[in-house]
């Protein structure tokens, strides 16, 4: 079946300016996660939902950055006034069960974000 | 909290040789472990996981890893080296509600001809 798609897959903006990026995730995963990986180094945690609520945004490095998932599938990560240091590949992944043990979280080939 | 430490961020290797990729984790609560890997320009695939049952876990194309204990780690091994191995691997833990990963700095393996 299909996978988690991101889009776009590429973008780049200048510094200042706003930028949306979409996942779509695996039809029927109840949880969805967001991931900054930074070049060089591995995923970083932002926030993670469980269907259209918002259960964990710690990861989230400022305010300048807001998820949403209002019917529980479709996501968007949103950055505002963007700043060279949000440059980096933005991972979204999502997984079937809510609770007991963890379940495998299948990844998107994520959204590589330039800020100039 | 949770963290895992991986030691080497590159490992060069001779096609047909031992692969082994070292994990340490810290965690306070008994910890679930993974193996993903990332082809460039991919997202992560999920090679294996360790999730309190089996300490030995074998996972795709013929990786395995071990979970010991008393050594806080769960090091990734493949007894013999493929060119198609050549990729970045990480190790990932979570705990508690599960709801968080964290993941590894990475390993860039290199497979020599």
């Known amino acids: 079946g299909a996978g988690v798609s991101q889009s776009p897959r590429y973008k780049v903006a200048k510094r200042g300016q706003d930028v949306a990026l979409r996942c779509d995730p695996i039809?029927?995963?109840?949880?969805l996660f967001w991931y900054q990986q930074a070049l060089g180094q591995g995923p970083e945690f932002l926030t993670y939902?469980?269907?259209?609520?918002?259960?964990?945004k710690s990861g989230l490095p400022s305010d300048r950055f807001f998820a949403e998932r209002p019917e529980g599938s479709v996501s968007t990560l949103k950055i505002q006034r963007t700043q060279q240091e949000d440059s980096a590949v933005y991972l979204c992944?999502?997984?079937?069960?809510?609770?007991?043990?963890?379940?495998?979280?299948?990844f998107g080939p994520g959204t590589r974000l330039t800020v100039l | 909290a949770q963290s895992v430490t991986q030691l080497g961020s590159h490992v060069s290797v001779s096609e047909g040789a031992l692969v082994l990729l070292r994990c340490n984790y810290s965690?306070?609560?008994?910890?679930?472990l993974f193996w993903y890997v990332q082809y460039p320009n991919q997202g992560l695939q999920l090679l294996l996981k360790y999730t309190s049952a089996a300490t030995l876990v074998k996972g795709i194309n013929g990786f395995e890893a071990e979970f010991k204990k008393s050594e806080t780690s769960f090091h990734l091994t493949k007894p013999s080296a493929h060119m198609s191995d050549a990729a970045e691997y990480f190790c990932a833990v979570t705990a508690g509600n599960f709801n968080k990963f964290y993941f590894g700095s990475g390993t860039k393996l290199n497979v020599k001809p």
């Open positions: 965690s306070s609560v008994p910890p679930y």
């Open positions: 039809s029927g995963h109840v949880s």
């Open positions: 939902f469980q269907n259209e609520a918002q259960l964990d």
């Open positions: 992944a999502s997984s079937r069960r809510t609770s007991g043990s963890p379940d495998t979280q299948y």
